[in-house]
């Protein structure tokens, strides 16, 4: 399953013309399924880039209230129609009228402002969390998720998500044409090795929105870091459900708008910038 393509391209630069081959990252849809006992339901179309699709499927179901733990789910399958089906342990499918989207997902789509942050209020608990990250980590970041992007590498095309350990280390890094989806696949790889995502640091390389931030929190991640900035309402849920949230993580600089206690700075090399 290629996640991308070589296209022709005239290339233009000053008075010059060529024509050259260009790698495209892949975009196709895919089909969410809900499946409890005997009754099976849509659950969602999103458009992707092909490849981690069940940690795709587990990531969003986690995210979305779905499952809690990996014990609410029974297995989740590719299907011979390209669908992913997402088997639930329960013997009935829940009340899927606040998440089913018939229609396709975006990266802009999903909550809606304050009525979702006060739903979530009623969903999760605040963070509690000792992790602490030294200044120095979080900036080595970038360049860490950065080189290991192998089809950005090829294409410029696509967002990454990855998930490291308080000292650094890379643990898992997925690329996507959705932030969104990225993210669920780092997740959903999380949730399906069982892996503990409450000492992570997850970093994503596009702007901090509610969502993503919302997908952190949800996902009981302390620590969510961005190369780029945050949202006002990204804001606010990070303050609300203690989770840290940093923000132009660019060099070796870094705006904390949430959560700063988990940073450790010091007075020659600060961690947070005004």
Request: proline share 4%; hydrophobic share 45%; aromatic share 4%.
């Amino acid at each position: 399953m290629s996640r991308s393509r070589d296209v022709d391209v005239r290339a233009f630069e000053g008075d010059a013309e060529r024509r050259v081959r260009d790698g495209v990252a892949v975009e196709e849809p895919l089909e969410l399924r809900l499946r409890a006992g005997d009754e099976t339901r849509t659950l969602a179309v999103t458009m992707r880039t092909p490849g981690n699709d069940l940690e795709l499927a587990a990531g969003f179901a986690l995210g979305e209230g779905i499952v809690d733990a990996l014990s609410d789910l029974r297995e989740i399958v590719a299907c011979d129609d390209g669908a992913v089906t997402i088997a639930l342990a329960a013997a009935t499918l829940p009340p899927t009228a606040a998440f089913e989207r018939h229609f396709v997902v975006s990266g802009a789509c999903g909550v809606c402002g304050r009525t979702e942050l006060q739903a979530l209020r009623e969903r999760i608990a605040p963070i509690r969390s000792d992790v602490r990250v030294a200044a120095e980590t979080l900036y080595a970041l970038p360049e860490k998720m950065r080189a290991a992007q192998p089809v950005f590498e090829r294409t410029g095309g696509l967002h990454a998500a990855a998930l490291f350990t308080a000292a650094g280390d890379l643990l898992a890094i997925r690329e996507d044409v959705g932030r969104h989806n990225a993210l669920d696949k780092a997740i959903g790889w999380a949730l399906l090795g069982g892996h503990d995502t409450t000492v992570c640091i997850a970093l994503v390389s596009g702007r901090a929105s509610y969502e993503l931030t919302q997908k952190a929190a949800v996902a009981r991640i302390p620590i969510l870091a961005s190369v780029s900035a945050p949202s006002s309402l990204a804001v606010e849920l990070a303050q609300t459900f203690g989770l840290t949230l940093a923000g132009f993580v660019r060099g070796r600089r870094a705006n904390v708008y949430a959560g700063a206690e988990r940073i450790i700075g010091s007075k020659e090399n600060p961690a947070i910038t005004h």
